[in-house]
């Protein structure tokens, strides 16, 4: 029983020894050099700040996680649907390709405020800035899963006149579902920072905004803990997804 | 073979004028609003003599926040990928830290680095994370990709850790350190813009965010333009050079 929390323990340490490392040298900095607390408060104090009022923080994380949940969802249906379609017609997805590797290698980010300007300061935009940046990773990942077939299934489906119909559900669709999820776990980290980034910029609601209105009101202690919840949020995102990975790998093969 | 080559070349080609026309006939019959200019007025915009001093002033400073950005993200990547493959009991830790730096938001960064930098190094810095985060994550992979027979081979000849992992591990991480190359560079200038947006002095992002704030569209598309232009071309040249690493170490 000992061993095993022992072991435990050891197990944590050896994966968080660094991390301890970097928060007890900024506590340690922080006392020792008498940093006032709107420069930069201490971890112990941001952790205070959260403990006192944690339910301050509730509903706006709760509404950024709903809004990157939407988002990545629609920006995976689209960018799934339109693989879909360019895999079914040799001339869209010579049209589309292109387009997909273009919007994955510039820095999609920066169409946020043009969004913004476009379709106006509310939530919408936040969920369709989501589900863009979502959209090209969903788009490129699936449509590599819909050509990667394993060796020689294609071939034993012509062989046995599959018709393209039946090819297309019972064997390029399921390949395709490895990537798909591949996909998921890369963007849900990314479609909360991003949530997170549209909020700070449009001032709306959710953690984004909890953020700049404590950030413009010097109370930094907030405002980092907002952006701890946002990191904590960030990786819950990731960790559900790797999950799912797991859950579906586990049925698929 | 080269004809369903050149077919798909140019079906991608036509694919790209489409979109552009698509953009420019939005644009002219104003079917999203006055925020949608057509690509012509962008362009034009952008080519008036007049405002080239302001375009060039911005992108020198953030294509200067990039590059500094880039390397030495690039770098301490590196670096810290190859500390964590010598030093095995080290690796989980950092692999964690560097996790967790990772997902913190850039817009929680950026404040904290102002205050205890300055507004100028905060972009680079941003920048210098996320390029950083993507050559570790690909060099420590890259590192453990090395043969069997190769690694009893060196150890046979007696070539010791230092040597091994220089000689041995480090040529075959050369793909994968291509690969990240080129992913990192659209994260390089996401950071610099990030950066850019909590108050530096110049700048493309700082003239993205004071456009957006002030409604002057022709100056928010043609600074959007010249940043995805810039990062496409990059990301190109990179492409081009992952390429040929990789058929020269097949």
């Known amino acids: 029983m000992t061993s095993t929390a022992l072991n435990s323990v050891s197990h944590v340490a050896r994966r968080y020894w660094a991390v301890a490392l970097v928060v007890a040298g900024w506590q340690i900095w922080v006392s020792a050099a008498g940093l006032s607390s709107i420069v930069l408060p201490g971890p112990l104090a941001?952790?205070?700040?959260f403990v006192g009022d944690p339910l301050s923080y509730a509903a706006p994380a709760g509404r950024t996680f709903i809004v990157a949940i939407v988002g990545l969802?629609?920006?995976?249906?689209?960018?799934?649907?339109?693989?879909?379609?360019?895999?079914?017609?040799?001339?869209l997805n010579g049209l589309l390709t292109p387009l997909g590797?273009?919007?994955?290698?510039?820095?999609?980010v920066t169409l946020i405020p043009i969004i913004a300007r476009l379709l106006g300061y509310d939530v919408r935009t936040v969920i369709a800035i989501v589900a863009l940046i979502c959209f090209f990773p969903a788009f490129v990942y699936v449509g590599?899963?819909?050509?990667?077939?394993?060796?020689?299934?294609?071939?034993?489906?012509?062989?046995?006149?599959g018709s393209r119909r039946q090819r297309f559900l019972r064997l390029v669709l399921p390949s395709s579902v490895p990537n798909l999820m591949l996909a998921f776990r890369l963007t849900a980290p990314e479609a909360v920072l991003a949530a997170v980034v549209a909020e700070f910029l449009?001032?709306?609601?959710?953690?984004?905004?909890?953020?700049r209105k404590a950030a413009g009101e010097f109370d930094t202690e907030r405002a980092l803990a907002t952006s701890l919840i946002a990191t904590i949020t960030s990786v819950a995102c990731f960790g559900l997804a790797l999950a799912a990975e797991r859950r579906v790998l586990r049925r698929w093969t | 073979m080269t004809s369903a080559r050149s077919q798909s070349l140019m079906l991608g080609l036509i694919g790209v004028l489409v979109f552009l026309a698509t953009w420019e006939v939005i644009g002219t019959y104003r079917l999203a609003g006055l925020t949608w200019p057509p690509l012509s007025t962008v362009l034009a915009f952008?080519?008036?003599?007049?405002?080239?001093?302001?375009?060039?002033?911005?992108?020198?400073?953030?294509?200067?926040?990039?590059?500094?950005?880039?390397?030495?993200?690039?770098?301490?990547?590196?670096?810290?990928?190859?500390?964590?493959?010598?030093?095995?009991p080290v690796r989980p830790g950092l692999d964690r830290l560097i996790a967790v730096i990772h997902a913190v938001p850039s817009i929680a960064l950026a404040p904290l680095l102002i205050v205890l930098a300055s507004a100028d190094v905060t972009p680079p810095i941003i920048s210098g994370l996320g390029v950083g985060y993507i050559f570790y994550v690909a060099a420590t992979s890259g590192?453990?990709?090395?043969?069997?027979?190769?690694?009893?081979?060196?150890?046979?000849?007696?070539?010791?850790?230092?040597?091994?992992?220089?000689?041995?591990?480090?040529?075959?991480?050369?793909?994968?350190?291509?690969?990240?190359?080129?992913?990192?560079?659209?994260?390089?200038?996401?950071?610099?813009?990030?950066?850019?947006w909590f108050g530096a002095s110049r700048g493309l992002g700082l003239l993205i965010v004071s456009a957006m704030q002030n409604f002057q569209i022709p100056l928010l598309w043609s600074a959007v333009l010249i940043t995805a232009v810039a990062s496409l071309s990059m990301f190109a040249l990179f492409s081009l050079l992952e390429r040929l690493v990789q058929e020269r170490m097949r």
């Open chain 2, 46 to 88: 952008l080519s008036t003599p007049a405002k080239l001093p302001l375009f060039g002033r911005a992108a020198a400073a953030t294509f200067t926040s990039v590059g500094i950005g880039y390397l030495c993200g690039g770098f301490g990547g590196l670096v810290l990928a190859l500390v964590s493959h010598l030093i095995a």
């Open chain 1, 101 to 108: 590797l273009i919007f994955t290698s510039i820095p999609v």
């Open chain 1, 73 to 91: 969802l629609l920006g995976f249906t689209l960018g799934g649907a339109l693989a879909v379609l360019s895999w079914s017609s040799r001339l």
């Open chain 1, 46 to 49: 941001v952790l205070r700040d």
């Open chain 1, 202 to 211: 449009m001032g709306t609601d959710g953690l984004g905004y909890m953020f």
């Open chain 1, 144 to 161: 590599a899963g819909l050509r990667a077939l394993p060796p020689g299934s294609d071939d034993l489906f012509r062989v046995f006149g």
């Open chain 2, 143 to 196: 590192l453990a990709t090395a043969g069997a027979s190769h690694r009893d081979l060196f150890a046979v000849l007696g070539a010791g850790r230092l040597s091994t992992a220089l000689r041995l591990d480090l040529p075959s991480a050369l793909p994968a350190i291509a690969s990240a190359m080129k992913l990192s560079v659209p994260i390089a200038f996401i950071g610099a813009i990030i950066g850019e």
